[in-house]
């Protein structure tokens, strides 16, 4: 049974990050982190590698005059702003350190996130 493979899923608001390690004061990407905030642990960086959908909202039609109506219902979720392959600055103290497949992530709520760097797509 051991041979099932398992997938990690992140579900709501959060994000999966792969974390950077290292006490420069320049990030991978190029931001700048000032000393106070490396060495109180204040904020961190790391890779996006997974997001959930995001926040779910109400369905409108429970407000309809005719609930009778039979409709297939689709779930609706506010959209995140973290994609995968962004490069994130976020609180440390609201990650979460699991381990999968001896990898080590964090989970970050995305209101965790302070700035997201993205690579800029070039226009046609």
Same mark, same amino acid.
């Given at each position: 049974?051991?041979?099932?493979?398992?997938?990690?899923v992140v579900v709501g608001d959060r994000v999966l990050i792969t974390p950077e390690d290292g006490e420069e004061?320049?990030?991978r990407v190029g931001?700048?982190?000032p000393a106070s905030a490396?060495?109180? /642990? &204040?904020?961190q960086t790391g890779l996006i590698v997974a997001t959930g959908q995001g926040d779910p909202l109400p369905d409108p039609s429970v407000f309809d005059d005719e609930p009778w109506r039979a409709e297939e219902k689709t779930p609706r979720h506010r959209p995140? /702003? &973290?994609k995968v392959g962004d490069h994130a600055i976020f609180f440390r103290k609201a990650a979460v350190e699991i381990s999968f497949d001896e990898r080590r992530y964090?989970?970050?709520?995305?209101?965790a996130i302070l700035v997201l760097v993205?690579?800029?797509?070039?226009l046609p």
């Open positions: 049974m051991d041979s099932i493979p398992k997938q990690l004061q320049r990030t931001l700048y982190l490396i060495d109180a /642990q &204040a904020v995140m /702003q &973290a964090l989970v970050v709520p995305q209101a993205r690579d800029k797509i070039p």
